[in-house]
């Protein structure tokens, strides 16, 4: 079985400062990993994906996750945030013969201050 | 490249009515999912198509169904709604599913109220 946790619900930031999104997962087979942003009244739209190629992973707007099999882990991190960034992003976990299922966390929330 | 189109974008229906949303995926995709996005169960997977087969399925009742067409469009439907059937239903293809890390791209979304 396959699960997500995201660690904080709400995050809020300083324009400018390290963004920091925790996920954790679970998975009985090698995992795909996947970072999705979310705007308001929008879709979700692909940040990043882990798929057993390198572990550090970069994609758009500058985030970038880092695959943590020793701490079941796929944190999404940039280094600063602008006030574009505030969304929700959600993290999720999927595998070989799971056709398109993804199993997401719970989301979280990001606000960025000025 | 045309993204992933889901219509109507936005509906109100009443509860025991029922509804049929539709998406269709970007070219070349052949499978289509659907998902129920709400603020108290998060995102679930409803159900995945894959050439016109449903490839697997979520822990949803009866009630919502889905099918998929010859040219790779889907359709999901839910019969005598219930209040808590209010939520943003979002359809997502990818060329074949997530095997072998394949990107899942999402559509904006159908959001229905139940009233």
């Known amino acids: 079985a396959q699960s997500v946790t995201q660690l904080g619900s709400h995050v809020s930031v300083s324009e400018g400062a390290l963004v920091l999104l925790r996920c954790n997962y679970s998975s009985s087979v090698p995992p795909y990993l996947f970072w999705y942003v979310q705007y308001p009244n929008q879709g979700l739209q692909l940040l990043l994906k882990?798929?057993?190629?390198?572990?550090l992973v970069k994609g758009i707007n500058g985030f970038e996750a880092e695959f943590k099999k020793s701490e079941t882990s796929f944190h999404l991190t940039k280094p600063s945030a602008h006030m574009s960034d505030a969304a929700e992003y959600f993290c999720?976990?999927?595998?070989?013969?799971?056709?398109?299922?993804?199993?997401f966390g719970q989301g979280t929330e990001l606000s960025v201050k000025p | 490249k045309a993204g992933v189109t889901q219509t109507p974008r936005y509906l109100i229906k009443t509860r025991g009515q029922q509804v049929t949303l539709s998406c269709s995926p970007i070219?070349?995709?052949?499978?289509v999912s659907w998902y129920q996005q709400t603020p108290g169960q998060g995102l679930q997977f409803l159900f995945e198509y894959f050439s016109e087969t449903q490839r697997n399925k979520g822990n949803f009742p009866g009630r919502f169904s889905g099918r998929q067409f010859s040219n790779s469009r889907s359709e999901m439907n839910v019969s005598t709604l219930e209040l808590g059937d209010s939520a943003l239903y979002l359809c997502?293809?990818?060329?074949?599913?997530?095997?072998?890390?394949?990107?899942?791209?999402f559509g904006e979304g159908s959001w229905l109220t139940v009233v």
């Open positions: 999720a976990v999927s595998g070989d013969n799971q056709g398109g299922k993804l199993i």
């Open positions: 882990y798929t057993s190629a390198a572990t």
């Open positions: 070219s070349g995709h052949r499978s």
């Open positions: 997502a293809s990818s060329l074949a599913g997530t095997g072998s890390g394949n990107t899942i791209y």
